[in-house]
């Protein structure tokens, strides 16, 4: 079974976490994926953690988890603080895989999606 | 002549801001404008500030200017702080105009985007 988890900044306001919640939910629907499949995990500021989202997916029997940095550029948070997260959860979980994605911004239709923004 | 300001959070990793000016390059050959039609502020820990872009804008005799909060969720950098940046340079220029758009996460094409970020 396929497993997404987005990972996002998180935020103080509630609605800017549930905006991303709202995004995994239509990602599940485009790729017609049950909801469960793509969850959303925040590095500060909101729940769940990573680690608690990571051990939610493996405890319910997925072995195979891919991370997708929900962030626009590769600041410390996309260099540093996540890997670290995934490497502590990898450690964790020593029989399960964790494929740790280029983050949202390095996205090769990054370029369109800017220019159709200001048509 | 159409102008493109994409603000950016900036972050204390050069490589980081570099990134988001490589995009509005690439930006501007895709949409067949000049460098100079799409450039870059950060909110913070970089430079230029959107105040100096706006200014530089305006002072070359640019009237109209769309400003992009690159930017996934509508945090308190997008609902307040951005807004209150924007006032400012309009109190400052009354004559000249500023759109401020939505920000990229709102993008309709967002799921495609993450969507294909896991195939």
Redesign the interface.
């Known amino acids: 079974m ?1 497993q ?1 988890l ?1 990972v ?2 998180g ?3 509630a ?3 549930d ?2 919640r709202v ?1 995994a939910a ?2 599940a629907q ?2 017609q994926w049950s909801a469960e499949q793509v969850q959303v995990a925040f590095l500060e500021l909101a729940l769940p953690s990573i680690a608690t989202a990571l051990d939610d997916c493996f405890k319910r029997g997925v072995n195979e988890v ?1 991370v ?1 940095p ?7 948070h ?2 540093s603080d996540l890997p670290r997260e995934i490497a502590a959860a990898q450690a964790k979980w020593p029989d399960k895989t964790i494929h740790l ?2 983050h ?4 090769d ?10 048509d």
Chains 1, 2 share one sequence.
Request: charged share 10%.
């Open positions: 396929k997404l987005i996002a900044h935020s103080r306001r609605a800017s976490n905006e991303v995004l239509q990602v485009h790729l891919s997708l929900y962030f626009l550029a590769s600041g410390s996309v260099v994605l280029a949202i911004g390095a996205a239709r990054m370029v369109n999606l800017i220019a159709s923004a200001c």
